[in-house]
């Protein structure tokens, strides 16, 4: 696999999350390219928020399904998925972060790597 096409692949990886997203109406979901950040762990963060466990555990699953569907991939790991107030999925190259509206405040993910180039989806709902 060329260097081109595993990139390719991370970023058609990050679509097929957004859209998983986007299909449970995730919230506020900001995309973040860690590329060209030394010592980053990822390629991309994806991040978004639900209203409640219920929708947070949907939004994950919908990631999961949209993934597994168009690109034939399933998480390398998973975390949160109990008490789905942040749940990680770890797809290597794509790591997607869904957590409930408190627990992003508290953690501001988004600060953290504010040296990422990073796009704001608008909600399409």
Request: hydrophobic share 45%; with cysteine; net charge negative.
């Amino acid at each position: 696999m060329s260097l081109k096409s595993k990139k390719e692949e991370a970023r058609a990886l990050a679509e097929l999350a957004v859209k998983g997203i986007q299909e449970k109406k995730g919230l506020e979901i900001i995309w973040l390219d860690l590329k060209n950040i030394s010592n980053a762990v990822t390629d991309y963060f994806i991040i978004c928020h639900g209203t409640s466990n219920t929708h947070v555990d949907s939004l994950a699953d919908s990631v999961e399904d949209e993934v597994r569907l168009g690109a034939g991939e399933k998480p390398w790991h998973k975390e949160g998925v109990e008490n789905a107030e942040w749940v990680l999925l770890d797809f290597v190259d794509v790591v997607v972060h869904i957590f409930q509206r408190e627990a992003r405040e508290f953690y501001k993910l988004e600060e953290l790597w504010a040296d990422a180039e990073r796009i704001e989806l608008v909600n399409e709902f």
